[in-house]
């Protein structure tokens, strides 16, 4: 089982950007997929991005297509996510997990295996 710890989340104004941190512990990414959610208040938790570890592909939610950047950093044993161009709806807790199944969708929150405890990013308008 992996560990997963983000960091990174604060409050920004509209149009402001901010990079967002996972830290693995317990093992290497090895073969795993890293996605990232987010949940505003109220909203069932969504997909944002998602990155293959070892080829290095990259998902993306429509919401964020051309505003974010997931990225990895295979010496650091991070996965980054940077957020340009914010928006007072991208205003949620921001988790990171992780997917061993690659039978399973990238896209659905049940699939993934390991959960960070979340990061705050609050946009002001």
């Known amino acids: 089982q992996v560990q997963l710890v983000e960091s990174g989340g604060a409050l920004v104004q509209a149009g402001g950007s901010l990079r967002l941190s996972c830290v693995a512990s317990?093992?290497?990414?090895?073969?795993?997929?890293i996605g990232w959610f987010r949940q505003a208040p109220g909203k069932e938790r969504e997909f944002v991005a998602a990155?293959?570890?070892?080829?290095?592909?990259?998902y993306y939610a429509d919401a964020v297509k051309g505003r974010f950047t997931i990225s990895r950093d295979s010496a650091k044993n991070t996965v980054y996510l940077q957020m340009n161009s914010l928006k007072p709806e991208d205003t949620a807790v921001y988790y990171c997990?992780?997917?061993?199944?690659?039978?399973?969708?990238?896209?659905?929150?049940?699939?993934?295996?390991?959960w960070g405890q979340g990061t705050q990013v609050t946009v002001s308008a």
């Open positions: 997990a992780a997917l061993s199944n690659w039978g399973r969708s990238i896209y659905i929150a049940s699939s993934y295996d390991s």
């Open positions: 317990g093992r290497t990414f090895g073969s795993y997929r």
């Open positions: 990155i293959s570890w070892d080829s290095g592909r990259e």
